[in-house]
Protein backbone atom coordinates (compact mmCIF):
# COMPACT_ATOMS: atom_id res chain seq x y z
CA UNK A 1 0.00 0.00 0.00
CA UNK A 2 2.58 2.34 1.16
CA UNK A 3 6.14 3.28 -0.83
CA UNK A 4 8.76 4.24 1.30
CA UNK A 5 12.07 3.90 -1.14
CA UNK A 6 14.47 6.32 -0.26
CA UNK A 7 18.47 6.70 -1.20
CA UNK A 8 20.64 7.05 2.39
CA UNK A 9 22.64 9.65 1.83
CA UNK A 10 22.54 10.88 5.47
CA UNK A 11 21.64 9.03 8.26
CA UNK A 12 20.26 11.34 10.33
CA UNK A 13 18.21 13.17 7.70
CA UNK A 14 17.21 9.33 6.95
CA UNK A 15 15.74 8.69 10.41
CA UNK A 16 14.20 11.56 10.51
CA UNK A 17 12.01 10.69 7.67
CA UNK A 18 11.65 7.17 9.07
CA UNK A 19 10.16 8.54 12.12
CA UNK A 20 7.80 11.14 10.60
CA UNK A 21 6.76 8.22 8.62
CA UNK A 22 6.18 5.82 11.41
CA UNK A 23 4.70 9.12 13.55
CA UNK A 24 1.85 9.15 10.73
CA UNK A 25 1.32 5.25 10.35
CA UNK A 26 1.29 4.82 14.01
CA UNK A 27 -0.36 8.33 15.38
CA UNK A 28 -4.07 7.44 16.37
CA UNK A 29 -4.00 3.70 16.21
CA UNK A 30 -4.48 1.96 19.69
CA UNK A 31 -3.85 -1.39 18.71
CA UNK A 32 -0.32 -2.64 19.44
CA UNK A 33 0.01 -5.08 16.93
CA UNK A 34 -1.11 -2.69 14.63
CA UNK A 35 1.39 -0.34 15.55
CA UNK A 36 4.57 -3.12 15.79
CA UNK A 37 3.66 -4.38 12.38
CA UNK A 38 3.41 -1.90 10.43
CA UNK A 39 6.76 -0.24 11.98
CA UNK A 40 8.58 -3.78 11.50
CA UNK A 41 7.52 -3.46 7.51
CA UNK A 42 8.51 0.41 7.81
CA UNK A 43 11.55 0.18 9.03
CA UNK A 44 11.98 -2.90 6.46
CA UNK A 45 11.52 -1.02 3.63
CA UNK A 46 13.05 2.22 4.46
CA UNK A 47 16.46 0.67 6.24
CA UNK A 48 19.31 -0.45 3.61
CA UNK A 49 20.57 -4.10 4.50
CA UNK A 50 18.94 -5.79 6.78
CA UNK A 51 17.75 -9.25 6.76
CA UNK A 52 15.45 -9.14 9.96
CA UNK A 53 13.70 -6.54 12.12
CA UNK A 54 11.27 -7.29 14.92
CA UNK A 55 10.07 -6.69 18.13
CA UNK A 56 10.47 -9.08 21.09
CA UNK A 57 8.17 -8.40 23.57
CA UNK A 58 8.29 -8.71 27.74
CA UNK A 59 5.90 -11.07 29.19
CA UNK A 60 7.09 -12.22 32.55
CA UNK A 61 10.79 -13.47 32.20
CA UNK A 62 11.23 -13.97 28.44
CA UNK A 63 11.03 -12.32 25.73
CA UNK A 64 8.06 -13.46 23.38
CA UNK A 65 8.69 -12.52 19.69
CA UNK A 66 6.17 -10.25 17.95
CA UNK A 67 5.45 -8.90 14.83
CA UNK A 68 8.88 -8.86 12.38
CA UNK A 69 10.08 -8.99 8.74
CA UNK A 70 12.32 -11.46 7.55
CA UNK A 71 13.11 -15.57 8.33
CA UNK A 72 11.02 -16.83 10.70
CA UNK A 73 12.70 -16.44 14.50
CA UNK A 74 13.50 -18.44 17.82
CA UNK A 75 9.73 -17.38 19.74
CA UNK A 76 10.83 -17.19 23.48
CA UNK A 77 14.32 -15.63 24.93
CA UNK A 78 15.15 -15.60 28.56
CA UNK A 79 15.82 -12.02 29.50
CA UNK A 80 19.61 -11.54 30.09
CA UNK A 81 20.08 -13.96 27.46
CA UNK A 82 21.50 -13.00 24.04
CA UNK A 83 21.50 -9.90 22.50
CA UNK A 84 18.05 -9.12 22.61
CA UNK A 85 17.75 -10.20 26.48
CA UNK A 86 20.86 -8.20 27.24
CA UNK A 87 19.52 -5.17 25.99
CA UNK A 88 15.86 -5.87 27.52
CA UNK A 89 17.59 -6.51 31.03
CA UNK A 90 19.95 -3.63 30.98
CA UNK A 91 17.48 -1.16 29.53
CA UNK A 92 20.25 -0.13 27.05
CA UNK A 93 20.60 -0.79 23.61
CA UNK A 94 23.04 -2.83 21.92
CA UNK A 95 25.08 -2.41 19.26
CA UNK A 96 26.84 -5.45 18.05
CA UNK A 97 29.57 -4.86 15.04
CA UNK A 98 29.80 -9.33 14.79
CA UNK A 99 27.38 -11.15 15.72
CA UNK A 100 30.05 -14.03 16.37
CA UNK A 101 32.00 -12.01 18.88
CA UNK A 102 29.36 -11.86 21.16
CA UNK A 103 28.91 -14.21 23.88
CA UNK A 104 25.65 -16.30 24.52
CA UNK A 105 24.62 -14.34 21.00
CA UNK A 106 20.93 -16.48 19.65
CA UNK A 107 21.47 -17.91 16.07
CA UNK A 108 17.76 -17.29 14.42
CA UNK A 109 19.24 -16.74 10.78
CA UNK A 110 22.50 -17.87 10.00
CA UNK A 111 23.25 -15.07 7.79
CA UNK A 112 22.92 -12.39 10.09
CA UNK A 113 26.58 -10.76 11.34
CA UNK A 114 25.15 -7.10 12.85
CA UNK A 115 23.05 -6.74 15.02
CA UNK A 116 21.31 -3.45 17.31
CA UNK A 117 18.69 -3.94 19.71
CA UNK A 118 16.87 -1.26 21.21
CA UNK A 119 15.12 -1.59 24.47
CA UNK A 120 11.12 0.07 24.37
CA UNK A 121 10.63 1.66 27.21
CA UNK A 122 7.48 3.26 29.22
CA UNK A 123 7.52 4.54 32.70
CA UNK A 124 10.56 3.08 33.13
CA UNK A 125 9.58 -0.29 32.62
CA UNK A 126 11.12 -2.01 29.69
CA UNK A 127 8.15 -3.40 27.60
CA UNK A 128 9.86 -4.83 24.31
CA UNK A 129 12.66 -4.70 22.28
CA UNK A 130 13.18 -3.44 18.19
CA UNK A 131 15.86 -5.87 16.95
CA UNK A 132 17.89 -5.06 13.71
CA UNK A 133 19.98 -8.10 12.08
CA UNK A 134 22.27 -7.29 9.12
CA UNK A 135 23.94 -9.49 7.12
CA UNK A 136 26.79 -6.71 6.72
CA UNK A 137 29.30 -6.73 9.25
CA UNK A 138 29.82 -4.10 11.12
CA UNK A 139 26.48 -2.32 9.43
CA UNK A 140 25.33 -0.36 12.38
CA UNK A 141 27.04 2.82 14.25
CA UNK A 142 25.88 5.45 16.58
CA UNK A 143 23.79 7.02 14.36
CA UNK A 144 21.91 3.84 14.11
CA UNK A 145 21.85 3.61 18.00
CA UNK A 146 19.93 6.98 18.26
CA UNK A 147 18.01 6.49 15.64
CA UNK A 148 15.80 3.23 16.69
CA UNK A 149 16.07 4.67 20.11
CA UNK A 150 14.17 7.68 18.87
CA UNK A 151 11.92 5.21 17.05
CA UNK A 152 11.57 2.86 20.05
CA UNK A 153 10.76 5.55 22.48
CA UNK A 154 8.03 6.84 20.03
CA UNK A 155 6.93 3.72 20.04
CA UNK A 156 6.56 3.03 23.68
CA UNK A 157 3.42 4.53 24.41
CA UNK A 158 1.96 3.13 21.09
CA UNK A 159 2.61 -0.84 21.57
CA UNK A 160 2.20 -1.20 25.42
CA UNK A 161 -0.50 -3.80 26.21
CA UNK A 162 -3.65 -1.09 27.90
N1 LIG B 1 20.12 -12.73 17.66
C1 LIG B 1 19.15 -12.42 18.69
C2 LIG B 1 17.97 -13.35 18.60
C3 LIG B 1 16.84 -12.80 17.82
S1 LIG B 1 17.06 -12.85 16.18
O1 LIG B 1 18.26 -12.14 15.77
C4 LIG B 1 15.75 -12.41 15.33
C5 LIG B 1 19.79 -12.48 20.06
O2 LIG B 1 20.95 -12.89 20.19
O3 LIG B 1 19.13 -12.11 21.01
Not at 69 to 81: H, S
Not at 125 to 152: H, M, N, Q, Y
Request: contains cysteine.
Amino acid sequence: MHDFAIAVTDKPALYRDLAAALDALTAGEPDPIANMANAAALIWQYLPDLNWTGFYRVAGDELVLGPFQGKPACTRIPIGEGVCGAAAASGEARCVIDVHDFPGHIVCDADSAAELVAPVIVEGRVIAVLDLDSPVKGRFDAEDVAGCTALAAMLGPRIVES
